[in-house]
């Protein structure tokens, strides 16, 4: 599985929190908001963004199984506990191995952010249907959609967007990659499993003083695009100096798309 550093998830998480959909969030506290202990199983668990996040809104007692192959992402987590009431249990695990063995631990719901858009369509349908054999609610955020948007416009935007999607699809660890399309194919079988699925968008808004993600983001789309061979280098390069010096006079904005979604068996309806 690609490794995220605990400085780029960082950087991100207030873009994330921002940019997850609270019509999706508040359903996904709705629907747990009976349990006692909620138990949770966050798959790629990352840094902790998403039991910072959904913690507070379920009810007190609740206990996480933080799952993420980087021990030093499991050690971050680890000290994302919102309140005492909250017991954390975290697993280093390779979820490109036997990831249904995690899914078997006790859970009323299973979280997940930012991983759909790296998996392969077979990962997925294991994913969806051990998901659904167990009756499992699942709540996936920020799943890249494909959609960048750049603002002041450059001549090179759309020839650089669709290299960065191409490089998407490439194997990010578990075979090649759904990228963009992921969260419409989980949706899609879910929805073909009898599962009630509530979506909506959760797009990072990025603004003129938002520098430092800026370049982060400008940097890695080049890489991805010279990556692909598609573009000459050269192209690559000026497009990365013209957009930086927009960032540079603060006159550069970002949107980049994302889908939210949870994920309903009939049965608990």
Not at 238 to 264: C, E, I, P
């Amino acid at each position: 599985m690609s490794e995220f550093s605990v400085a780029w998830l960082t950087l991100r998480e207030s873009y994330d929190r921002r940019a997850r959909n609270p019509v999706v969030l508040d359903a996904v506290a709705s629907l747990l908001t009976s349990k006692s202990p909620v138990r949770v199983i966050d798959l790629a668990c990352g840094a902790g963004s998403t039991l910072r996040m959904l913690g507070p809104r379920l009810p007190a007692r609740q206990h996480w199984d933080l799952v993420d192959n980087d021990p030093r992402l499991l050690k971050a987590a680890s000290n994302a506990r919102p309140s005492n009431d909250i017991s954390l249990n975290t697993i280093q695990f390779d979820l490109n191995g036997a990831f249904e063995m995690m899914l078997d631990r006790p859970a009323d719901i299973v979280t997940t952010s930012a991983l759909l858009d790296l998996v392969s369509e077979s990962w997925l349908d294991r994913f969806t249907r051990h998901a659904a054999a167990r009756e499992l609610s699942v709540y996936a955020a920020l799943t890249y959609d494909g959609r960048i948007d750049l603002s002041p416009a450059d001549p090179m935007d759309a020839a650089m967007t669709t290299a960065v999607n191409a490089h998407q699809r490439t194997d990010k660890g578990f075979g090649l990659a759904l990228g963009p399309s992921g969260a419409v194919a989980a949706i899609s079988m879910f929805e073909a499993l009898g599962y009630l699925v509530l979506q909506g968008t959760s797009d990072w808004e990025i603004g003129t003083a938002d520098q430092g993600i800026q370049i982060e983001l400008l940097q890695g789309w080049a890489n991805a695009a010279r990556e692909m061979k598609s573009l000459p280098d050269r192209e690559i390069d000026d497009w990365l100096m013209r957009r930086k010096a927009a960032v540079d006079r603060r006159a550069s904005t970002m949107r980049v798309g994302h889908v939210d979604f949870v994920a309903t068996p009939s049965t608990i309806r």
